[in-house]
């Protein structure tokens, strides 16, 4: 036989095949889950290849080959072989599939090596593909022949490290691949016929060729979806979402759907137990896989629902799938419409389903999941009615931190003549809770919804409403119309009295205008709050403190929309300082003072001072006029 080539490998490559040799993985297993996966694939893509060409299977080798897995264990040379009756490969393929780093697996488990390289336990969550063999082998050996008629035997070899040869051979006589494998000395244990079964039933129980084991058969293959939900036991749900993710998370829900008519098409739809978009480093790329009658038409298809569902992991099989139609086109086939249509409202009701009746999983699902919900708002108006209800916050009446409450609890307990449901921005829950805005709120009893996530008032913006009732912010709401308490009688003496009073803060909040014309539009008497002695709120209609902080932080400018200062008359503070102007107007401190105020409203938005050298100077002024006071 001719020897035709000795190829390296590219860097990349010998990167990620430095890291198996060496075997930092603990799980060595993979290897074989990962070779039985690509026979699988190879099979998977034959039988496409098998109906849809059906007319012209002169092109094709081995036409009646039966499509199956083969494993042989030959213990006197320490080598397993695993072979399958799929595509096979020519000699570009092999080069281009097994020489250069082109396949999902291995791109996604450097870039995640790059992002943790101290946590190779992550890693070994992710498929390294072909690759893995490396971790046990001494020597591999690729034997292949394309289903493409023209196309000779080749044997590719490598031993994983610089590069790999390929010849022509005549090993492989039939279409397929034989995967030679040469165990390492200390890996013996993969000789044993159990060792392997116990690996097979894990990790590939699902796949849909049968596997013999030295001419054994050891897998059930069986369609999981076609069977009926009856059948099929809690466990094997949670295993088949391993297999088709593989992941290794348990699932935190599922949906098993089949249809007979109009349509016929069964699915099984899964959500997983973590959010990995969530950690920040990838975005959901799966899809859903697409069966005819069990032949697998489309691995990872990724318009059977829409982009915002793209945590969903399944499969979906239909007959009515029209296999005359090229791959590319199947989804702008009615048929496809109408079975993606169904998969979201089913999915959405099924989410809407387990929020009423199973709320501690629905819990787990907002608090991963959540975020596709609100992206969701804007992006499908067809099924808004059923995606705000799956809306989930913490609001005032919440009994902890976590407690999650949705619009419709909201409306439920609203104050009989209230019109609009409140909320509140800020960066988390403490400053919000804090927040002069709220006292008003609370002192009336009126819920309102806690926005810690700055999507949420982009949802909200963008809803206007919900049943009739008007998002509005705290910021925002008219006090006036929602004030219940009220005041007592007062005597003609008290009267009397306030009516001085009323006089002195009129004087003082003048002083104020003065004091701090520069930075603020207005100053006006507080009907919202209770305790503080200011706040600072946004002149009509402008932009809210939280959208404005967001801006700044984007954009590095802030809005400077000047804002009104609203005073507490009752408060002391202000009712002492009214007192003093009056006896002394020209008292130096009460600029000082009232500038502190001031920055006291901005800190309470902000959670920072624009210039925190000079409030040190002045509140040093203001303590040793305390302190002095403290002496007498
Ligand atoms: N038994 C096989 N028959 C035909 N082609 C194969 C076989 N094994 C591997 N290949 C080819 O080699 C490629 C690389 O395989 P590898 O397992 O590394 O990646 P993948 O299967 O594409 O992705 P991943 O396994 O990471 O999901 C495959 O895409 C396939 O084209
Ligand atoms: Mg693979």
């Not at 860097?11 to 430095?18: C, D």
């Not at 006089?503 to 008497?525: A, C, R």
Request: proline residues 3%; aromatic residues 10%.
């Amino acid at each position: 036989m001719s020897n035709i080539g000795t190829y390296k490998f590219k860097t990349e490559m010998q990167k990620i095949l430095n890291i198996l040799v060496h075997s930092l993985y603990t799980n060595k297993d993979i290897f074989l889950r990962e070779l039985l996966s690509n026979a699988a694939d190879a099979l998977d893509k034959i039988n496409y290849i098998l109906i849809t060409q059906s007319q012209n299977k002169e092109e094709i080798k081995n036409p009646d080959l039966p499509l199956e897995i083969k494993i042989s264990i030959d213990k006197d040379n320490k080598k397993l072989y695993i072979s399958d009756t799929g595509i096979g490969m020519t000699k570009e393929e092999l080069q281009q599939n097994l020489g250069t780093i082109a396949h999902s697996g291995s791109k996604e488990f450097l870039q995640r090596l790059s992002e943790h390289k101290n946590n190779l336990e992550i890693i070994g969550q992710f498929g390294v593909g072909f690759y893995s063999v490396f971790m046990v082998a001494k020597e591999v050996r690729v034997h292949t022949k394309s289903y493409k008629k023209k196309s000779p035997s080749y044997t590719w070899i490598s031993t994983g490290e610089e590069g790999y040869k390929i010849k022509e051979s005549d090993f492989q006589k039939q279409r397929g691949t034989t995967i030679e494998i040469l165990l390492k000395d200390d890996e013996e244990e993969y000789l044993n016929k159990e060792k392997i079964k116990e690996i097979i039933y894990k990790y590939s129980n699902f796949i849909n060729f049968p596997i013999y084991l030295d001419g054994e058969k050891v897998n059930k293959i069986s369609a999981l979806w076609t069977k009926n939900k009856s059948e099929i036991k809690e466990d094997e749900y949670i295993e088949f979402y391993k297999f088709i993710s593989k992941n290794q998370d348990t699932p935190l829900t599922y949906l098993h759907l089949k249809f007979d008519s109009p349509l016929q098409f069964s699915a099984i739809l899964y959500v997983g137990e973590t959010n990995l978009e969530k950690l920040g480093f990838l975005k959901y790329e799966h899809g859903l896989h697409l069966y005819s009658k069990k032949i697998l038409i489309q691995p990872d298809n990724k318009e059977l629902l829409p982009p915002y569902l793209r945590f969903i992991y399944g499969v979906v099989d239909s007959e009515d799938i029209d296999l005359n139609v090229s791959r590319e086109l199947i989804q702008n086939t009615p048929v496809f419409s109408k079975i993606k249509s169904n998969l979201t409202k089913k999915l959405l009701d099924h989410f809407n389903k387990l929020a009423k009746n199973d709320k501690e999983t629905y819990t787990k699902i907002w608090n991963e999941f959540g975020r596709f919900f609100k992206e969701a708002i804007h992006l499908d108006l067809s099924h808004r009615d059923k995606i705000v209800p799956l809306l989930r916050f913490i609001s005032s009446k919440s009994k902890d931190d976590k407690e999650l409450i949705s619009l419709d609890d909201y409306i439920k307990r609203m104050q009989v003549d209230q019109k609009e449901i409140y909320y509140i921005t800020g960066p988390d829950l403490s400053s919000i809770k804090n927040s002069p805005y709220l006292e008003f709120f609370k002192k009336e009893d009126i819920e309102v919804l806690f926005l810690t996530d700055p999507l949420d008032e982009f949802v909200f913006n963008y809803l206007i409403e919900y049943k009739d009732k008007k998002f509005k912010s705290v910021e925002n709401a008219d006090i006036e119309s929602l004030k219940k308490t009220t005041e007592k009688e007062l005597t003609e003496k008290e009267k009397e009295e306030k009516q001085k009073n009323e006089e002195k803060i009129d004087k003082l909040i003048n002083f104020i205008k003065l004091t701090l014309k520069d930075k603020i539009v207005d100053v006006v008497k507080s009907k919202r709050l209770v305790d503080s002695p200011v706040c600072l709120v946004n002149a009509e209609n402008a932009p809210s403190a939280h959208i404005q902080k967001l801006l700044k932080m984007m954009t590095n400018e802030s809005l400077k929309t000047k804002k009104i200062l609203e005073i507490n008359t009752e408060n002391p503070i202000i009712q002492n300082l009214a007192i003093a102007y009056e006896k002394n107007p020209v008292a130096e401190e009460l600029k000082d003072i009232i500038e502190q105020l001031y920055e006291n409203s901005i800190i309470a938005v902000d959670g920072i001072s624009e210039n925190p050298d000079k409030m040190i100077k002045r509140i040093e002024k203001i303590l040793s006029l305390t302190t002095k006071l403290l002496t007498k």
